[in-house]
Each structure stands twice: as C-alpha cells, then as structure tokens.
C-alpha cells in the first residue's frame, strides 16, 4: 500500500498517495482546479496554464507539480480566480469562437469555465484571427479557429493500431494541429467520436453528428463544471 | 426647389429601415422608397462552415423568427443528406418541426398584431405618438395587452419544447429532429391551468379575429382602401391546394386570380425567380422571370396564401377563410390593410394546428432521423410568418458549404412595399402644406401591414424617433427637424 501523505489546500487539510500530482490530490479530495490541457493518467504538459496555484508565495502549475507532504496550497483567491479568468479571456479572444453555432456549446469545457468564471467582456481586444478548417479527413473537421493548441488530441489519441494522427505543424503564432491525411482516413465513427470527446473545445468535429444532442442533457446544460467533483466529497 | 422627407428609422417593424420622399415645388410627390440600410452578409459568412451548422447558425439572422431559417435550412439539408423533401422525414421528424413551425407562426403574428399593429388601430393612425405604442394599449386596453402577452408565451414555449431554446434552439438536424415530446411536456399544453392550455389559445385566436371583424365594419374605408393595390400573389400551397405554412409547391396567382406560377417544385424555384439589385437598398427585388422585373413582382405573407389557397384544412380557420374570400367575391384580395385580417386567421389556424398535433401520439415516438444517399445541393422552402422563405445551398464533397441563397420573406414584399408607400405618399402627402407627424406615420402603418423583419428586432417605444429632413434641388439640407 503506498504511502499517504498530508497537506492543505486553502487551509483545508488534504490526503494524497506520495508522487501524485497536485492537480490529481485535489480532484480526489473534492477541490476543483480547472485545466482544459489535463487528462488524468496522461503525461501532464502544462500547456493551459489554467491549474495555476501558489504555493510558498509562487504560482506553479498543479498539473506538473508533485505534492508534497505539508505542501500549502492556495487555490480560491482572488488573485488566482482573476488569473484564470484573464487565461480565459485571452483563450477567447485570440480564436474565433463563436459558441451559438458550434455543436460543442453545451459539452464545451471553455464555455463551461468561462460561465462558472461569470466571463462577461474580454479585458484583451479580440484579435479575429484569420483560420481555416480542414475538412478533407472523411470521419473529422479541424476547426483551427476552435483550437486552443491543448496537445489533448496529440498526447492521448490513438487509432485503431495504436499510431498517432495528430501532430502539430508550422512553428510560433503559426503553429498548429494537424491530422495525418493516410491515417485518419481509416478511423471508425467510434473512433472518430472519442477524439471529438477528448477536444475541450470544438476543433475536432466528428462529421455528420451535429447537434443530435438536445439543448438540456448535455454535460454542461444542468451543473456547472467541476460540480461532479466538489459533489464528490 | 425640391422637398426631400427622410422617415428613419421606421418603427415598430424588425429591423432598421429608413423611408425618402422627394416633393416637388408643389409639394407632390416624385419619388418615394423603402431603404434597408443594414447589411448582414450571412450567405457569404456561412461558406466553409459543415452543412450540419447552418440550421443553427443563419436562424441567427433574426431573433423574431428564427425557427422559419432553422428549418427552411434544416430542410435544404435534408435533401443533402438524402432524406429527401417533405414526407421524407420520419412522422417523428416531420411532425415535431411542423409543431415547432405552428409555434413559431403563432407567436411571431400575435406578436406583431398585439405589439406592433394593435397601437396604430387602437388609438388612430393620427393619434398622439406617447400613447400609440404597446405601453400605451397596456394601459388603457389591459386585457388585450395580456392576451398578447400570453399567448407569445404559449407560441414560445412551443418552440423551447420542440427545438430545446425559446429563441435560436437546435431541435432541427439534417434528416429529422434531435428530441421527441414527452407525455409530460405534451400534457402541459393540452391541459395547462387556465390560460395556458392550446384550448384557451384557440378561443382568443377566434376572439382577435372577431375584433379584426368588428374594427373593419366600424373602419371600412381605412381598412379597405389604405394602400390597396393589385398585384401577383405567391405562396407554398399543399399538392392538393390547401394552405400548408411548412411544406409544398410554389404556385403564383396574377391580381385577377390566374395562375401563372403552376405549383412547380420548390427544388426548381431558379428556373422561376430571379432578383433585381438596385443601387439604393441592401435588400434585392425578386420577380417571376417568365414576366419579367416590371410586370413579375409579387406579394408573400398572409394576404398571399389566402388569395393563392384553395381552403385551409382546419375548421375553424375555414369558416374564417371561406368570410373572408366571400368579401372579394372569391377574386385575390389585394388590399393590404386586409393582411391583418389574413395573418389572424392564420394565428387561428395555427392554434388549431398546434392542438392537433399534440393530440398524435407519432410525436411520442423514436424514430427521428433519416438519412439516404448523401447530394451537393438542397433547397429548403417554408412559409415563414411574414411569407414564403427559399434557403437554397451547395456543399463539397468535404462537407462543407460553397455556396448559400437566401431569399427571405421580406425581401419578396420589397417592391410591394415600395408602392404601398408611393400609395400613402400619393394619398396622404402629396400636396399638402404641412407634413403632420400622423401623415409620416401613415406611411409607416402601411409598410407594418408587412410585418417586415428587416432583420433582428428593434422596437422604438414611446415618441417616434422620426427625423425630417428638408434639401433644396441641390441637395442642400436647409432644415432638419427632429419630433
């Protein structure tokens, strides 16, 4: 049995196994730290920024940094809330998302966290960047006005034969996902569903499925995000 | 020295709209137009985007009737996905939307009969412009107000069981629907408390039509005379003539009542209209092209479908059809005062509709989508409640649109509308020393006989933001005078 160690996250004491992410801790102890990068179990990249906490007066990410024991974790302060709703603002404004046409509104983890955040206007000026969308994949659209460069689909997804699809391409303020064209054309609807699932936003769209899901039962429609796990203890 | 009038915006109509007439040193009329001064450019802004999208994202054209471009789109897609037109959809389908649609017809007209219209014949086309107004009639005709009130409710609750959102939902998928209604959601309507049941809503339908009635003995001049001009009338009638608001074929009457549009498949419509651009409105001018732009305008909306029907298959809505096309001895009724009548009759017929289909228990089942052999190109056409709506796309073999035409209600009655202006303009302007405010709003009671939605809505309530303006034969402006 591996050893238990004890912290504190806003002065609420904590248990977590010995090597565990702070990210992962806090999730198993009832306390939401959002990430729209993160996927438990997968290599964390700490590409979002948004799990920023502090910890002895300096911000780190809780998705690369390992608790230790009598770790003091500050988590919901004002300092950090304003953090991450300024992360998310930017999200927005250096994309084009336009949430009431794009099928992911409901299921989408950006618009989930910019309403539990109460996002009103952007404090950046919208940057309505200029994107295309490759739709030339049979079973997937990548939406680039949609991405938000997370690696999600890069460091989890796998087809069939176990070979990754996604990659990025071009470099700086033109970097960007790609989909190996041989590849993909092969992928099942099933597959092509769980990369649409694995995308916090709407960039990689499972073709001809569109809004076969009513206003009312997607995730996001009833509970904010992050309830399941605050309900959990 | 010549007079120029500039009535912007228009009021009480969807949209922003501005309306010039030209006096001559007599003060008569020369000239006289409708401009649509906004620009949308959805039909450009949804090329690239996957076809799925584009039920949800063009109904955002508007936040009055979203619903008729959510499914005249929903439809197009249809014939993409290979389901086919009409009947072609599932019961399921097909019925769910025909519910969203009655919804949406009835809350849109009562909207505008009881927000819009009701103020102008309530008080007078003259009266004091602070009480002619939805706050007004709240005021001094309490119950009438409320009626309104309630029953766009009704029409909008419809909409949110049917598409998930009262406003801009996403009930409609290429090749059916995304949701059923539940026992629970159906008995809310049938049997809601007192007023809220689709009973109620049919009584106070029959009770708008009889005001209509009533005001028409008492005003038979204004009624009958203001803004009556001949023209063409289209619609989408059933294959078997009768009125049908969600699907069908595309037939045109002339003023007398031959037909010269022979109810032709609506997959066909650009082998039978085409649209004038002219320099000096956003808004293009459809015509028939076998007769031409002088002589092919024609009317949509209520008046049209009743001059263009051969009955309405619901009863209590015959009755009223079968009054109302004795008025004109059985020929086209071409006075546009006459659309209010119409567009209650119609309120009337989608109530009936509406209690009809939630009594059918197809609207219970599963069966939602269908789909067959996937084509490039789909026209979807409805009959919106301002009038007959073409939404008309291709799309690659990547999914993805290349091309959209969208020719919407108010954009058939752009020429109709014109002249019911140069109509007023003649009538009520011309020649006159001073231009009274209820002269100007004159005008404006004519173009809101259309109910045009010009695009989203905008009210102004209260006094008439109305501005005049005064050029000299240079077009110089010397006076300018706001109310």
Redesign the interface.
């Known amino acids: 049995m591996s050893e238990k160690i004890k912290f504190t996250i806003d002065d609420k004491e904590c248990f977590a196994e010995k090597g565990q992410n702070v990210l992962d801790a806090a999730t198993d102890n009832g306390i939401f730290i959002p990430a729209l990068c993160h996927i438990r179990g997968v290599k964390p990249a700490g590409a979002c920024r948004l799990c920023n906490v502090k910890i002895a007066g300096r911000l780190m990410t809780a998705c690369t940094t390992p608790v230790e024991s009598g770790m003091e974790i500050e988590n919901d302060i004002p300092e950090i809330q304003d953090l991450r709703l300024a992360i998310i603002e930017m999200l927005f404004v250096e994309g084009n998302h336009f949430c009431p046409a794009c099928e992911k509104s409901g299921n989408c983890e950006l618009q989930a966290l910019a309403y539990r955040y109460q996002m009103m206007v952007p404090r950046f000026p919208y940057e309505f960047p200029v994107k295309e969308i490759d739709a030339s994949c049979p079973k997937l659209i990548i939406d680039h006005n949609r991405c938000i460069l997370c690696k999600r689909c890069i460091r989890s997804f796998k087809d069939e034969n176990g070979k990754n699809i996604f990659a990025f391409k071009k470099r700086g303020h033109k970097l960007q996902i790609n989909i190996d064209e041989k590849l993909s054309a092969n992928l099942s609807d099933e597959m092509a569903q769980k990369a649409m699932d694995i995308c916090p936003v709407g960039a990689i769209i499972h073709k001809g499925k569109g809004f076969d899901e009513p206003i009312g039962t997607r995730k996001y429609d009833k509970v904010p995000i992050g309830s399941d796990i605050e309900s959990v203890v | 020295m010549t007079k120029k009038i500039t009535i912007e915006p228009v009021t009480r109509v969807e949209g922003h709209g501005k309306v010039t007439i030209y006096l001559d040193d007599n003060g008569n009329v020369v000239q006289s137009r409708l401009h649509i001064v906004e620009f949308r450019g959805f039909e450009r802004f949804v090329q690239?985007?996957?076809y799925?999208?584009a039920?949800?994202?063009v109904q955002?054209l508007c936040g009055i009737c979203p619903v008729s471009h959510h499914l005249a789109a929903a439809k197009a897609m249809d014939v993409i996905?290979g389901a086919g037109t009409g009947d072609g959809l599932t019961l399921t389908g097909e019925k769910m939307r025909r519910l969203m649609h009655y919804g949406q017809i009835f809350q849109s007209h009562v909207l505008h009969f009881f927000h819009l219209a009701s103020p102008d014949l309530l008080f007078g086309i003259d009266a004091d412009p602070a009480i002619r107004n939805i706050i007004g009639v709240a005021m001094k005709f309490k119950d009438i107000a409320v009626q309104g009130v309630m029953m766009r409710k009704f029409g909008q609750e419809i909409i949110e069981v049917t598409?998930?959102?009262k406003i801009?939902?996403?009930?409609a998928?290429?090749g059916g629907i995304?949701?059923n209604l539940s026992i629970e959601e159906r008995d809310r309507f049938l049997y809601g408390p007192d007023p809220m049941n689709v009973d109620k809503m049919i009584s106070w339908s029959l009770d708008a039509v009889n005001f209509f009635k009533d005001y028409h003995k008492k005003h038979r001049e204004l009624i009958d005379t203001f803004a009556a001009f001949p023209s063409n009338h289209l619609s989408l009638v059933r294959k078997d003539g009768a009125m049908d608001l969600y699907d069908g074929v595309i037939r045109a009457i002339d003023t007398d009542g031959k037909k010269i549009l022979h109810d032709v498949d609506p997959q066909d419509y650009l082998k039978y209209i085409a649209e004038e651009v002219k320099n000096w409105s956003y808004m293009k001018f459809p015509y028939l092209v076998e007769y031409g732009k002088k002589d092919g305008w024609y009317r949509v909306g209520p008046l049209a479908r009743l001059n263009t029907a051969d009955f309405i298959p619901s009863p209590l809505a015959q009755k009223e059809f079968e009054e109302f096309k004795a008025y004109t001895n059985g020929k086209p009724n071409n006075m546009s005062m006459h659309m209010h009548w119409a567009r209650l009759i119609e309120t009337l017929h989608a109530a009936e509709m509406m209690k009809e289909l939630l009594n059918d228990p197809d609207l219970q089942k599963d069966d939602l989508?269908i789909k067959g052999t996937r084509v490039n190109e789909g026209v979807g056409m409805l009959e919106a409640p301002r009038g007959t709506l073409f939404h008309h796309y291709r799309v690659n073999e990547?999914?993805?649109i290349t091309m959209a035409n969208l020719i919407v209600s108010t954009t058939n009655n752009n020429e109709p509308m014109n002249i019911a202006v140069r109509c007023v303009a003649d009538s009520m302007i011309s020649g006159q020393k001073e231009i009274t405010e209820g002269m100007l709003n004159a005008v404006e009671v004519a173009i809101r006989a259309y109910d045009p939605c010009l695009s989203c809505a905008t009210h102004a309530l209260g006094k008439m933001p109305l501005e005049v303006s005064l050029y000299d034969s240079k077009n110089n402006l010397i006076d300018k005078k706001r109310t």
Do not use: M
Request: cysteine-free; aromatic content about 4%.
């Open positions: 690239g985007r996957p799925w999208e039920p949800v994202l955002r996905v598409a998930g959102k801009h939902g996403t009930g998928i290429p995304n949701k989508v990547n999914d993805q």
